[in-house]
């Protein structure tokens, strides 16, 4: 099973302008030439990835930008259809998207479940997509239900799915209470991050068998600078999800040269 690291940009809806965004994928692109050991995923607003998917195919000369992939922030099911305001896997694929963020907690915020996001991880292996599902609790409460709520979330939203798709899927452990927008927020250390890897592997292996155990995890919730190195050491994942600081590129670059500079 692919085990190599992962670097994921949730540039969730920013920046304001087209021109913004290209800026901005243009100096990550061009500062990641000599990327070898880590996959790096953009996954900007859909409005904006078609744009920046040319951007990648014309920088030939570096390399730099074909290195990195680029993903939705969702995806809706089925190919076409009545589904007003929604934009497919299919479609998506079709622009040369390959990554596609599932089950998000702003997502589910709005209003999305379980059942919601297990048929779009469906369609989206179905288009060729690779599915980037965001599990996590809220809270952490004292009696350890946030297990059981992480539990119930892979299960529901990896129902029905086949053993051999797991080396397709990577899960994304986001503390809601570490994410940077929220109110309040606290600092999750690498420790939980460790404690809910080792916790998400034997679910998996529970449920879909022990060949699925190898699915790559990744942590994230306030990924910076400062803890990147901490969580890719001692966090137990095989890569980071990152929000706020994929906004800047001097940032997510370092974030980047952190992970190629660890042993794998
Ligand atoms: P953050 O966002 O890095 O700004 O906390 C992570 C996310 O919500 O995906």
Redesign the pocket.
Known sequence: MEKKKIIVG?WKMNPLTQKEAEKLFTNVAKNISTTKTTEIVICPPFLYLEKLKKISLGHSLTGGARKISLGAQNAFYGDIGAFTGEVSAEMLYDIGVRYVILG???RRGMGENNIDINKKIKSALVAGLRPILCVGENVRDPDHGYFNLVKIQLEECLSGISKNSFGKIIIAY?PIW????TPDRKDATPSDSMEMAIFIKKVLSDKFGKDVAGTRIIY????STKNAKDFLQNGGVDGL?????SLNAKKFIDIIKICEALKQ
């Open positions: 949730n998000h907690s702003e986001e570490a994410i940077s927008s994230g919730g306030s990924v999800l990152v929000g706020n600081a």
